[in-house]
């Protein structure tokens, strides 16, 4: 069957580089931001969320920036492992959607050895 | 953190036949959503799955295509009626926990595929 980001663009890094994954959002009023790892076959896992009255935020070998003024959002991952191979969406929040979720794009991740 | 489980985790479907996906979480959530993901695409928001009452759908979704059940706060089912191959997706389950905190998670997904 047809995999999980077979479409979507794909940035193609080697191990132990790091890797920026970018993502464009259109609603200037999102209350917060996810990004979500999606691996074949799985449901999207969360990876870190950050709030929009933050423009940084630090995870474990991950950081989320945020710039409100192009409404757009990063993901940068250090030292990238070929466990981090997956397609990976930003979404959009909304402070009493209870986790309702806009979805973005998607990037297919390929870590090469 | 929530654990779901959907049923079946895949099926292969006639045209113009109906499959019903279940949705169960191990523990009471407030919110339920359902999610279509078309082959090599991103997730849609089809509707939010509410208790006791009405689904929520979003533009684009009607009930009569996709009704939702939830009769009470762990379990949730849709349905995709009268198929056809379009409708050939990924459609995931997902909850929030609590108010305030952002994360919700997902299930691992049916795969339908319709012949």
């Known amino acids: 069957g047809e995999s999980v980001g077979l479409h979507l663009p794909t940035l193609s890094v080697q191990e132990g580089d790091n890797s920026i994954i970018n993502c464009a959002y259109s609603?200037?009023?999102?209350?917060?931001f996810i990004w979500y790892k999606q691996e074949s076959g799985k449901g999207p896992q969360f990876i870190i969320d950050i709030r929009s009255n933050m423009d940084k935020r630090q995870g474990q070998r991950v950081t989320v920036l945020l710039n409100k003024t192009v409404k757009h959002l990063s993901l940068q991952i250090a030292a990238t492992q070929p466990g981090d191979s997956a397609v990976y969406f930003c979404?959009?929040?909304?402070?009493?959607?209870?986790?309702?979720?806009?979805f973005g794009a998607g990037t297919r991740l390929a870590v090469h050895p | 953190s929530a654990v779901i489980s959907q049923k079946p985790s895949r099926d292969i479907c006639q045209r113009g036949t109906s499959l019903t996906i279940q949705c169960q979480v191990d523990?009471?959530?407030?919110?339920m959503f359902w999610y279509r993901q078309q082959p090599g695409q991103s997730l849609t928001l089809i509707a939010t799955a509410n208790q006791g009452s009405e689904a929520t759908y979003e533009s684009g979704f009607v009930i009569d295509k996709f009704p939702i059940s939830r009769p009470n706060l762990t379990f949730s089912t849709l349905t995709v009626s009268n198929m056809s191959p379009e409708d050939s997706s990924i459609y995931l389950c997902?909850?929030?926990?609590?108010?305030?905190?952002?994360?919700?998670?997902f299930g691992q997904g049916t795969r339908l595929t319709v012949v």
């Open positions: 609603n200037s009023a999102s209350d917060y």
């Open positions: 523990s009471q959530v407030t919110m």
């Open positions: 997902s909850v929030g926990t609590q108010t305030g905190n952002t994360e919700a998670f």
């Open positions: 979404a959009e929040g909304f402070s009493g959607g209870y986790n309702k979720l806009i």
